[in-house]
C-alpha cells in the first residue's frame, strides 16, 4: 500500500512537472539560460526614479545606470509615451540581453479622468459601470506609457479610523470579491497584449483592513477562521480572475509580514489558490521586515524570496543581498530563476518581449485621455455613488428655479475632488460644486458664501497638506465666514451646505480617532439649523463618519464621497432630479467611533444583546450607546420609495446536487422613477463553527418606474451556501437556513429552506 501511494506520487510529480514544462514560454527560457546571478537578480529590481508616487521614504539613486547594468526589472513613477519609450530605450539598447521593463502605476480611480473613490463607486453596487471604468482608466493609463497598475485594492475594511478605507469597497466579502472580480476584467480585458489593457495587481494581500486600532501599518492578528472566511474571499476571486500580479501588505500575518510569510505567499496563494502570476512587495515592505524585528537586511531579503515573494518595491534588499545569500547557501539560485521567470513570464503575457515599445504611441494621449466620452462616464459613476442619507418633507429633489444658498468650505473647492490616490489627475480639472449646479439649473439663483474653514486647527492642516493645499486657512475669521453665511441663508428658501472631509482626511497614512465632521465645520451647521431654513447636506467624505448629530440638524443628507474630476456636475444631475440617488452604503456607519469595528455580519454571541435595544445586564450590549449601527450596510434612500412584498422560496428543501429560487416581488409606491439596490441575505442556522448573523448572497440593480413592479430571483445552490470549517475545509452543512431579501442590511427573516444531505 504505501509503495502504491509513493508511485501515485511520483507519476503525480511526474505529470505535473511535465505540465510545469510544456506551458513553459520557450522565449522566457531561452533568455533564463542566457542570464547571469545577477541579471535574474536584476530582473527583481522595482525602482521609482525620483520617487514620482512620494508615499514612501526611499527614493532609489542612479536608475539610469542601474538600468543599463540589467539591474532593473520594473520601474514606477514614469509617465507619457515619450519617456517610457525613453526609459524601454536605456533597456532595450543598453543592457546585455535587452529586456523591456514594466512600467507600473497607481491608477485607483481613474488615470486622468478621475472617478469617484473606490469606496464611492463600490457604493453604486454595479458590476457593469465598475468594469466599465477600468477599462476607460485601463485605456488612458496606457495611452500614457503605463502597462502594469496597482490595483484593486480589495482589503476588507470594518473601522472606518483607517484612512485606506476609502481604497476599498467597504466589509463585505461577498461584494468585495465580486467587485475585484470586475476591476481585474476591466483593467486586464480578453487579452493583455492589445495595447489598451493593462496588467492589473490584486494588493494588499493580506489583511491589510484590519490594523489594530484602526492606525495605517499597524499590526494585524487574526484567527484563520476569519481570515478565510471573511477577509481573504477578494483576494482569492482576483486570483480566479486571472490578474498577473498580487501586492504583499505591511503587516503581520501571524506573527510573521506578508512579505516574508511562506505560509501567505507559496502555500496558500501558489499551492491552494493555484496563482501563476507574479508577487511583488510594498513600498520598501521588506527592507521594514528589519523594524518588525526579523532580522538584518540580508536576513530579510532571504526570508522574502524564500516565502516566495518575486519583486522587491524599492528597497533593493534584493539587489544588493540576494547574491551573497546563494554564496552563503541562504538561498539556491534555483529560487532566484523561478523569481525571475515569473517576471518574464508576465512581460510576455502584456506583449513587451515582442514589441517594448506596445505602449509607447505618442498619438494616443491626445485621443484616448480626458475625452469627453470619458468624462461622461465619470459624471455618470458619480450620480451611481451617491448615496442619500437622510430625506424629509420633499426637499430633494430641488426646483431648478430655486433660492439656493451654497454654504461651505467644500462648495467651491476644486482641491478636494478628485480624493486620496489620485496623483495623475489634475484638481484644477475638476468641476466645484458651485460650478456644477449653475451648469445643471441655469435658472436657479445660487448664492455662495464658504461658512468655516475645513479646519480652524492650523496643527492639523499642516498634517492634512503634505501633498498640496488641501486645507487652507483663511485670512479671514472664522466669525466673518460664518456671518456672511448666515446673510445668505436667512435670505435663501433652502440651504445646501457642502461638507465634510479635505482629500487628505483618508487615503494611506491618514487613521483619525476622531471620525466626526471637523468641528469648524460642525459649528456652521448648528448655526445654518438655527436659521429654521431647511438645511440639506452634501457630506463628502473617505469613509464613514459618525453623523448623529448632523442627521438630527439637517432635512436631508447626500453622501458624495470624493466624487472625482465631474463632482459639481453629478451633484448637480443628483439635487435637482435628473438622476435619482440609487447608492447604498457598503459600511455599516456607526453611532460613534466607540463602536468600531463594526459591520453587519457580527456574529450573535452566545448572550446578544436584546432585540428591542434596550440594555441589559450581562447580555452583549453597551451602557451608552444601542449596538445597531447608525446606518446599516446596504442602506440608501431614494426619491421615491420602494416596497417588497411575496417574498418566497420556491421549494421548502434544497438537495445537495440541486438549486432553489429566493425572489421577491419590489414595487415603486412613490413618486418618481428609480433605481432599488435589491439584496439577499441568509442565514445558516446551526453549523458546526458559528455563523455570522447574516451574510449578503446575492444583490440585483433593478430600474423601476413610478407604480412598476417587478419581481427579482435569486438561484441558490449549495455552493452557495458554503464556509470554511474548522478544519479549513471549504464545505457546506446539511440544515436550515432563513432569508431575506430586501434593500438593506437590517432586516428581518422571512423565510427558511433546509439544505438536504
Ligand atoms: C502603497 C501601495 C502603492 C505603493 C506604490 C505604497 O505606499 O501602500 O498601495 O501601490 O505605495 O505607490
Redesign the pocket.
Known amino acids: 500500500m504505501k509503495n502504491f501511494n509513493l508511485s501515485v506520487a511520483l507519476l503525480f510529480f511526474l505529470g505535473l512537472s511535465c505540465l510545469q514544462a510544456q506551458e513553459r514560454i520557450p522565449e522566457v527560457e531561452e533568455l533564463l539560460k542566457k542570464m547571469t546571478l545577477e541579471e535574474k537578480i536584476g530582473q527583481l529590481n522595482l525602482l521609482t526614479p525620483g520617487g514620482g508616487?512620494a508615499?514612501?521614504s526611499v527614493v532609489s539613486e542612479g536608475v539610469e545606470a542601474k538600468i543599463k547594468a540589467g539591474k532593473v526589472g520594473g520601474v514606477?513613477g514614469v509617465s507619457s509615451p515619450a519617456k517610457v519609450r525613453q526609459a524601454q530605450e536605456l533597456a532595450v539598447k543598453n543592457s546585455r540581453l535587452g529586456i523591456p521593463l514594466l512600467i507600473g502605476s497607481?491608477v485607483i480611480h481613474g488615470y486622468k479622468t478621475t472617478y469617484p473613490i473606490p469606496l464611492g463607486l463600490s457604493a453604486s453596487w454595479d458590476m457593469d459601470l465598475i468594469k466599465e471604468g477600468a477599462q476607460m482608466a485601463a485605456k488612458e493609463a496606457t495611452a500614457d506609457g503605463i502597462n502594469w497598475n496597482?490595483s484593486p485594492?480589495v482589503d476588507i475594511a470594518r473601522d472606518p479610523r483607517w484612512g485606506r478605507i476609502a481604497e476599498g469597497a467597504g466589509e463585505d466579502p461577498y461584494l468585495g470579491s465580486q467587485i475585484a472580480k470586475a476591476m481585474v476584467q476591466g483593467y486586464q480585458g480578453e487579452d493583455l497584449t492589445q495595447p489598451h489593457t493593462m496588467m492589473a495587481t490584486v494588493?494588499?494581500m493580506a489583511l491589510y483592513g484590519a490594523p489594530e486600532a484602526g492606525r495605517d501599518y499597524n499590526t494585524v492578528d487574526m484567527s484563520r477562521l476569519k481570515m478565510f472566511n471573511e477577509y481573504l474571499p477578494p483576494y482569492k476571486a482576483a486570483v480566479d480572475a486571472g490578474v498577473g500580479s498580487v501586492?504583499t501588505s505591511f503587516n503581520d500575518i501571524d506573527g510573521i509580514p506578508a512579505s516574508g510569510n511562506k505560509w501567505l505567499l507559496t502555500d496558500l496563494l501558489r499551492d491552494r489558490w493555484g496563482f501563476d502570476g507574479f508577487v511583488v512587495s510594498?513600498?520598501t515592505s521588506v527592507n521594514e521586515m528589519i523594524a518588525h524585528g526579523l532580522g538584518d537586511l540580508q536576513a530579510v531579503s532571504a526570508l522574502a524570496i524564500n516565502a516566495g515573494l518575486d519583486m522587491d518595491?524599492v528597497g533593493e534588499g534584493f539587489l544588493t543581498t540576494l547574491k551573497k545569500s546563494v554564496e552563503e547557501g541562504k538561498v539556491t539560485e534555483e529560487q532566484i530563476t523561478k523569481a525571475a521567470r515569473r517576471i518574464l513570464e508576465a512581460k510576455h503575457k502584456i506583449g513587451l518581449l515582442d514589441d517594448p515599445y506596445l505602449y509607447s504611441d505618442e498619438s494616443r494621449p491626445d485621443k484616448d485621455i480626458l475625452t469627453e466620452e470619458n468624462r461622461k462616464l465619470a459624471r455618470k459613476a458619480a450620480t451611481r455613488s451617491f448615496v442619500l442619507l437622510k430625506k424629509h418633507n420633499n426637499t430633494l429633489p430641488l426646483a431648478k428655479d430655486a433660492n439656493i444658498a451654497l454654504i461651505g468650505p467644500l462648495a467651491n473647492n476644486k482641491n478636494n475632488m478628485l480624493g486620496t490616490w489620485a496623483p495623475t489627475g489634475n484638481p484644477q480639472l475638476s468641476v466645484p460644486i458651485l460650478e456644477g449646479l449653475k451648469n445643471v439649473a441655469p435658472n436657479a439663483n445660487i448664492t455662495y458664501a464658504k461658512g468655516a474653514n475645513i479646519s480652524d486647527d492650523s496643527t492639523f492642516a499642516k498634517k492634512v497638506n503634505v501633498f498640496g493645499q488641501r486645507i487652507q486657512i483663511a485670512d479671514e475669521s472664522p466669525e466673518t465666514l460664518l456671518k456672511e453665511a448666515l446673510d445668505l441663508a436667512k435670505s435663501s428658501d433652502v440651504v445646501v451646505a457642502v461638507v465634510g472631509e479635505a482629500t487628505e482626511m483618508s487615503g494611506?497614512a491618514a487613521s483619525r480617532t476622531d471620525i466626526t465632521i471637523p468641528d469648524s465645520q460642525k459649528k456652521l451647521i448648528r448655526e445654518l439649523a438655527k436659521t429654521g431654513k431647511p438645511v440639506v447636506l452634501v457630506l463628502m467624505s473617505g469613509r464613514p463618519l459618525d453623523i448623529s448629530e448632523e442627521m438630527a440638524l439637517s432635512v436631508s443628507i447626500l453622501q458624495i464621497w470624493h466624487p472625482g474630476v465631474e463632482a459639481g456636475n453629478a451633484v448637480g444631475d443628483v439635487l435637482f432630479g435628473d438622476y435619482n440617488p440609487s447608492g447604498k452604503l457598503t459600511n455599516s456607519w456607526p453611532r460613534s467611533v466607540g463602536q468600531v469595528p463594526i459591520h453587519y455580519r457580527m456574529k450573535t454571541t452566545g448572550r446578544p444583546g436584546p432585540e428591542s435595544g434596550e440594555f441589559q445586564k450581562f447580555k452583549s450590549n453597551y451602557l451608552d450607546s444601542p449596538n445597531t449601527p447608525l446606518l446599516p450596510f446596504g442602506y440608501g434612500l431614494s426619491y421615491t420609495t420602494f416596497e417588497y412584498s411575496d417574498v418566497k422560496a420556491s421549494s421548502k428543501e434544497l438537495n445537495a446536487d440541486g438549486s432553489i429560487e429566493l425572489s421577491a416581488t419590489v414595487t415603486n409606491t412613490g413618486n418618481y422613477n428609480g433605481e432599488e439596490i435589491v439584496q439577499l441575505y441568509i442565514r445558516d442556522v446551526v453549523r458546526s463553527v458559528t455563523p455570522p448573523g447574516k451574510e449578503l448572497k446575492g444583490f440585483q440593480k433593478i430600474a423601476l418606474k413610478k407604480g412598476e413592479s417587478k419581481t427579482v430571483t435569486f438561484t441558490i445552490s449549495p455552493e452557495d451556501l458554503k464556509f470554511y470549517n474548522y478544519d479549513i475545509e471549504y464545505v457546506y452543512e446539511p440544515g436550515e437556513f432563513e432569508f431575506f431579501i430586501a434593500g438593506s442590511s437590517d432586516s428581518e427573516f422571512d423565510g427558511t429552506f433546509t439544505l438536504k444531505k
Open positions: 508616487v508615499t514612501g514606477f497607481d496597482f485594492m494588493k494588499h501586492m510594498d513600498y518595491m494611506e
